[in-house]
């Protein structure tokens, strides 16, 4: 059974940082380009950061770049998201997504992701 969990969601004050976690159980992780997505309130769903299956380079919405930094530990089968300077307009579920074909840069256009993760909630006050 496949499985992607994320932890690490939370509330957070404006400019705060919260790293998030996304566990890949059931396939060989370094197979897959590995992503992170987030859906606000009343928003469609769009890309955040992904990163290539060596970890060798990563991509990012131009919103967050500077402030977030995608890694993977193929080791332990797990993607984060460290974030930075957390914003208000940050606050969103974020979802952790994987692709066993296509590049990082695809990933950005939502093609071919085989499994998304459950969502984790980051919540930022201002």
């Known amino acids: 059974q496949v499985q992607l969990v994320e932890s690490g969601g939370g509330l957070v004050q404006a400019g705060g940082s919260l790293r998030l976690s996304c566990a890949l159980s059931?396939?060989?992780?370094?197979?897959?380009?590995m992503g992170w997505f987030r859906q606000a309130p009343g928003q469609e769903r769009e890309f955040v950061s992904a990163?290539?299956?060596?970890?060798?380079?990563?991509y990012y919405t131009d919103s967050v770049k500077g402030r977030f930094t995608i890694s993977r530990d193929n080791a332990k089968s797990t993607v984060y998201l460290q974030m930075n300077s957390l914003k208000p307009e940050d606050t969103a579920v974020y979802y952790c997504?994987?692709?066993?074909?296509?590049?990082?840069?695809?990933?950005?256009?939502?093609?071919?992701?085989?499994?998304w993760g459950q969502g984790t909630q980051v919540t930022v006050s201002s």
């Open positions: 997504a994987a692709a066993s074909g296509g590049s990082a840069q695809a990933m950005g256009l939502m093609i071919g992701i085989d499994y």
């Open positions: 059931g396939r060989t992780f370094s197979r897959y380009v």
């Open positions: 990163i290539r299956r060596d970890g060798a380079s990563s």
